[in-house]
C-alpha cells in the first residue's frame, strides 16, 4: 500500500459519479417562534420559493421548529421513528420534497426516541422519503464567563454516527452547528468522499463573529470540497441570539455566497468539477504521509 493511501484507514473512497455536476442550493435562514404550527407553514413556504428559484437542494437552519433552549427541546420535539403522523415537521419535509421534486437537508429538529432527546438533522429526497437522519454527535457544552454558558448536555444525548448520504445531487457529509468545530469528522467525511458538507449551525453573538466562517472556510480548504451552513435568522429577543450569516464555501475556501443576520433566502451554485480542479491544483490526497498520521474511520473498519 502506498504512503499516501495509509493515512485514511481504510484507504479513502473516491467520491461517486453524480447524476448532475452542477445544481443551484438553497439556504433559508429563517426566524423561529414560539408557534410550531407557524414554523413549520414558514419553513414549506421558504422551500417552496427555493425550490421556485431553481434550487435543486434546500437547506434549512438547526432548530427550526423550536426555540433553541433546554426548556424548549422537550416540549417541541419529536418521534421521528414513529413516522410521519408523529412527526409533523418531517412530514411537511417529505411532501414538499415529493410535491417539488427536489432535495432538503431538513435542518435540525429536537427528537424524541425512547427517554432520549437528539439534535437531529432529516435527509428526504425528491420521492419524499427519509434518506438519512444525522444526531449531533458533539454537544453545545460551552463557558465563556460574562458572555455566554450553554449545556445541551443537561436535555440532549449525543448522536453517535457520522452520516454521509448519496443524493440526487451528491454524497453529503452533515454534522450540526457545534460538529463543524471537530476537523475529524469533516475529514472523515471527505475520506467517505462527500462532495459536499452541510452544517446546518446556530452559532451566537460571542463565537459567531471570531469562528463561524473561519470554521466553514478552514473545513472547505483542508478537505477541499463545499460547505454549506444554514442559521436561524436573527431574534434579539429571543432566549439564545443566533449570529446568522448563512453561507456556501468553494472546496478552495472561497466565500461563494452569504448573507447578514435577516431572514434570507441564499441561491447559489455548486460546481463539482471544481473539485477535481482544486484537488489537481493541489494533490493533497497523494501527498499524504500515511507513516507519520493516520485517520481511522472507526466505523468503516468495524463493518469490514
Known amino acids: ?38 414554523n413549520i407553514l414558514h419553513a414549506r413556504t421558504a422551500v417552496e420559493e427555493a425550490a421556485e428559484k431553481g434550487a435543486k437542494l434546500v437547506v434549512l437552519p438547526e432548530i427550526w421548529n423550536s426555540p433553541y433552549s433546554n426548556d424548549s427541546f422537550p416540549v417541541y420535539a419529536e418521534d421521528i421513528d414513529a413516522g410521519f403522523d408523529a412527526s409533523p415537521s418531517t412530514a411537511m419535509l417529505s411532501e414538499v420534497a415529493r410535491l417539488l421534486n427536489i ?31 444525522h444526531r449531533k454527535i458533539h454537544l453545545f457544552d460551552i463557558d465563556i464567563p460574562g458572555k455566554i454558558t450553554f449545556k445541551e448536555s443537561k436535555t440532549l444525548t449525543a448522536g453517535e454516527t457520522p452520516t454521509t448520504v448519496d443524493t440526487e445531487v451528491g454524497r453529503i ?31 451566537n453573538m460571542t463565537t459567531g463573529p471570531l469562528h463561524w466562517e473561519l ?32 453561507t456556501l464555501v468553494g472546496p478552495f475556501g472561497e466565500v461563494l455566497a452569504t448573507t447578514e443576520h435577516d431572514e434570507a433566502i441564499i441561491i447559489s451554485e455548486i460546481d463539482y468539477s471544481q473539485i477535481e480542479l482544486r484537488r489537481a491544483n493541489l494533490p493533497l490526497e497523494k501527498q499524504r504521509h500515511g507513516d507519520v498520521y493516520q485517520l481511522v474511520d472507526v466505523q468503516r473498519l468495524d463493518s469490514e
Not at 181 to 195: N, S, T, W
Open 1 to 38: 500500500m502506498k504512503r499516501e493511501e495509509k493515512a485514511r484507514v481504510p484507504p479513502a473512497e473516491q467520491p461517486p459519479a453524480s447524476p448532475i455536476t452542477k445544481f443551484k442550493i438553497a439556504l433559508c435562514q429563517l426566524k423561529v417562534t414560539a408557534d410550531k404550527e407557524r
Open 215 to 246: 470554521l466553514q472556510r478552514a473545513r472547505a480548504v483542508d478537505n477541499q470540497l463545499y460547505v454549506a451552513t444554514c442559521s436561524p435568522a436573527r431574534d434579539t429577543t429571543a432566549g439564545y441570539i443566533a449570529w446568522g450569516h448563512s
Open 103 to 133: 432535495t432538503i437537508v431538513g435542518g435540525s429538529i429536537p427528537e424524541r426516541s425512547g427517554d432520549k432527546l437528539y439534535n437531529t438533522c432529516c435527509v428526504v429526497g425528491p420521492d419524499g422519503k427519509l434518506k438519512a437522519k
Open 173 to 203: 457529509g452533515i454534522g450540526i452547528c457545534y460538529d463543524i468545530r471537530f476537523q475529524e469528522l469533516a475529514m472523515l467525511y471527505a475520506a467517505r468522499g462527500a462532495q459536499l458538507i452541510c452544517y446546518p449551525g446556530a452559532f
